[in-house]
């Protein structure tokens, strides 16, 4: 079936650094979002996506967060400067309109020292 | 804010036999309820979702939803060792929103 790649698998990266992680959604998706899990926690929204504009956004997705998705390339979680308590597993998912369901990566676990 | 919670935590069942997975909501307002896969180190997959109270069968995996209770489920007939996974169950107001997820129920299923 339909795949989203996550690029890298694993970042390790000192606190104030910044990271970007990467989303290849499936090709004829138009909605997209980010989720975040703290290890041993449940996974938490960040933001979608469309139409070239953040729809919606929780509480999570700090003013450090940007999401972009230039040229229909990558869609991409950007954290500048990025802190301690941004280790987590960021999974990226996308689906083809608000009425189908969405397909997840298999996430990105970065860990900040 | 939705608050999601899933029982059991845990679960081991013998092949051939009737798993039963609980979800609860807080968030009376919700609309789409869906229930995840997910193998280990692998992503998420969608199982089922189900958007109206009854019941809706798709193979050997059914839903029950009852939104005056808060509360839907997932039961599989004839688990499958393949059927070992953490299942998770999320819920939203609106399609394209984002979900709100549980912790997870993780099934090992012995032959």
């Known amino acids: 079936g339909p795949k989203v790649l996550q690029i890298p698998s694993h970042q390790i990266i000192d606190m104030g650094q910044m990271v970007t992680l990467n989303c290849d959604p499936v090709?004829?998706?138009?909605?997209f979002y980010w989720y975040k899990q703290i290890l041993g926690q449940q996974m938490e929204f960040l933001v979608n996506?469309?139409?070239?504009?953040?729809?919606?956004k929780s509480k999570l997705f700090k003013d450090q967060f940007s999401v972009e998705r230039p040229d229909g390339s990558y869609f991409t979680l950007k954290i500048q400067p990025t802190a301690l308590e941004d280790s987590a597993v960021y999974f990226c998912?996308?689906?083809?309109?608000?009425?189908?369901?969405?397909?997840f990566g298999p996430g990105t676990r970065l860990t900040v020292l | 804010q939705q608050n999601v919670q899933q029982s059991p935590e845990s679960l081991i069942v013998p092949e051939g036999a009737r798993t039963s997975l609980n979800c609860t909501f807080s968030d009376s307002a919700s609309q789409y309820f869906w229930w995840y896969r997910q193998h280990s180190g692998k992503a998420p997959k969608a199982l089922m979702s189900i958007f109206s109270n009854g019941e809706k069968e798709e193979g050997r995996f059914t839903i029950h939803l009852n939104k005056a209770s808060l509360h839907f489920s997932l039961h599989i007939r004839d688990s499958q060792p393949s059927d070992s996974a953490l299942y998770l169950c999320?819920?939203?107001?609106?399609?394209?929103?984002?979900?709100?997820f549980g912790l997870g129920t993780r099934v090992s299923v012995f032959p």
């Open positions: 999320a819920v939203s107001r609106d399609y394209a929103q984002g979900l709100t």
């Open positions: 996506f469309y139409n070239g504009k953040v729809m919606e």
């Open positions: 090709s004829n998706h138009l909605y």
């Open positions: 998912a996308s689906s083809l309109a608000r009425d189908y369901e969405q397909y």
